[in-house]
């Protein structure tokens, strides 16, 4: 399970940042929807995790490592 879940986490993470361009999402949310892709995910492929913690560390890590590329989406800012 260690071996999929950082490319799925680095693709959940780069999905919330899309899904950024078009709607108002806060870090938060963005953070949320990538665990939960994540998990649903897995648990579509037969995985249980019963950590959560694992799977919101592999997303902030991908976050992490991915910051210069995430970058290049720019985001809808919260209109008032």
Request: proline share 2%; glycine share 4%.
């Amino acid at each position: 399970i260690v071996r999929a879940l950082e490319p799925l986490a680095k693709d959940a993470v780069i999905a919330a940042q899309k899904l950024g361009v078009t709607e108002y999402l806060t870090g938060v949310a963005k953070k949320n929807h990538a665990v939960q892709t994540v998990a649903q995910t897995l648990s579509n492929a037969g995985f249980t995790v019963k950590d959560e913690q694992v799977i919101k560390n592999a997303v902030e890590k991908a976050y992490a490592e991915q910051k210069k590329l995430l970058d290049q989406y720019p985001q809808k800012v919260k209109e008032d």
